[in-house]
């Protein structure tokens, strides 16, 4: 039998046998290099490392330890600090030196009763308060008056008390302040 449209299709003969017959693509899964799959653990480690450093530098900056302990310190404790520094200050100054305005006064009270009542802990906030209150009582207290030297012996026996409360207080958080009596 003889084709009928040997121009448009082509002889059988010359047609492709399925052996022949080219194959259809097949998915090819490539497989990672192990220089991709190694890199991509490095990076992993690296990040993992970085991040618990960072916590461990966070944990130990807000437990008051490291290099970060500076930008966590509680504000009950720089308070305590400041009344260290400024009392070794006081006796290195001359006493002739002028003592401050009774403005300047109040808004150091202010000032440093706020970084008491700001702290975390319970003992620097209810020591550094009361001692500060006591403090601002007794400096308006005039000695001169009759009516006002029983307030004041009160005030300054109450002072005393609560004076070795925060030197306690201070000291249980690593700062030691001085005796009432030491400061000017």
């Known amino acids: 039998m003889t084709d009928p449209y040997p121009q448009k299709f082509g002889h059988p003969s010359t047609w492709p046998t399925p052996v022949e017959a080219p194959a259809a693509p097949s998915l090819i899964l490539v497989r990672p290099r192990r220089r991709t799959h190694a890199a991509v653990w490095v990076s992993v480690a690296a990040a993992a490392a970085v991040t618990l450093t960072g916590g461990a530098l966070v944990v130990a900056g ?73 403090l601002f009582q007794f400096s308006g207290a005039d000695s001169a008056k009759d009516d006002n030297a029983g307030l004041a012996l009160v005030a300054a026996g109450q002072l005393v008390q609560q004076w070795a409360t925060l030197a306690g207080a201070c000291g249980n958080h690593g700062v030691t302040i001085p005796k009432l009596t030491e400061l000017r």
């Open 62 to 134: 807000a437990a008051g330890n490291g290099p970060a302990a500076g930008i966590f310190k509680d504000p009950g404790v720089a308070a305590c600090e400041q009344i260290r520094d400024n009392a070794a200050a006081a006796r290195s100054r001359p006493s002739s030196a002028p003592a401050s305005s009774s403005q300047d006064g109040l808004k150091a009270y202010q000032a440093l009763r706020k970084q008491f009542a700001d702290s975390r802990y319970g003992d620097l906030r209810t020591a550094g308060t009361e001692v500060l209150d006591l």
